[in-house]
């Protein structure tokens, strides 16, 4: 997984075209370091990561510790409760969430709920899947009211 904003805080570019996406290294003198080949949609790094900028695209990647409230955010405003689950079953791989951080009341929630069925709906959708379901669906979709 790569976080496109930590590589940028960190001076490195990265560019999506021709079905690959391109990471280089930091001004002055940008080169590619890394061409990532877009397979089913995705572009997933494979391969050995023993090379000499491997060490500054970890830090990058690895960002310094975030709060429970932080991580609320980033992970589209789940309960708190229902994260710290997640990951103490290992369901969300999250080492750098500090579970221990003070809970505080998301402002984002602040007079935004809804007053009658379907004021607000939220949703999601997930695929391709790797195997068709029985009826020949690639892809699943989740509505919540």
Known sequence: LISVSCLNTVGYSLTVEDENCYIKTPKPNRHIIRIIPKVNGLYHVQ?????HHS???AAAAATSQISILQFHCIMGHASHDSLKQSIHNREIIASNVNLNSKLEFCSHSDNKLAKKYSDSVTGDIWGPAKVKSIS??????LFKD
């Open 55 to 57: 060490k500054p695209l």
């Open 47 to 51: 391969g050995s990561t023993n090379h």
């Open 136 to 141: 020949g669906s690639s892809y699943f979709a």
